[in-house]
């Protein structure tokens, strides 16, 4: 039987990383269209450091003037256009004008 009085002691547990299984996909800009781009490396960086998957399509950011070289330097995964990730039509957002 344990002691009601006790004092309880701290005990030290050991930590580990919050791992998510979210992966972020980012395709080229439609040519013609918005040229903004919704990532520089550096912020995608700080995504994959808290354990997001982020994938980019190849050439993603050339209209924002960053090679794919700076992104693959934070951890993304660079991905032809045919093996991005899958999408569905309607899940992909139209500018206004093409509504």
């Known amino acids: 039987m344990s002691n009601p009085f006790a004092i309880p002691h701290e005990k030290q547990l050991k930590l580990t990383a919050n791992r998510r299984n979210i992966s972020i996909g980012l395709p080229t800009p439609a040519p013609g269209c918005d040229r903004r781009f919704p990532l520089t490396p550096e912020a995608a960086g700080l995504l994959v450091e808290r354990g997001f998957s982020v994938k980019i399509q190849q ?33 992909i957002p139209r500018a206004p004008h093409q509504r």
């Not at 960053?66 to 309607?90: A, E, N, T, W």
């Open 59 to 91: 050439g993603g950011a050339e209209s924002i003037h960053y090679p794919d070289f700076k992104y693959q330097q934070q951890g993304v995964d660079i991905v032809r256009p045919r093996r991005s990730l899958p999408m569905r039509h309607r899940d």
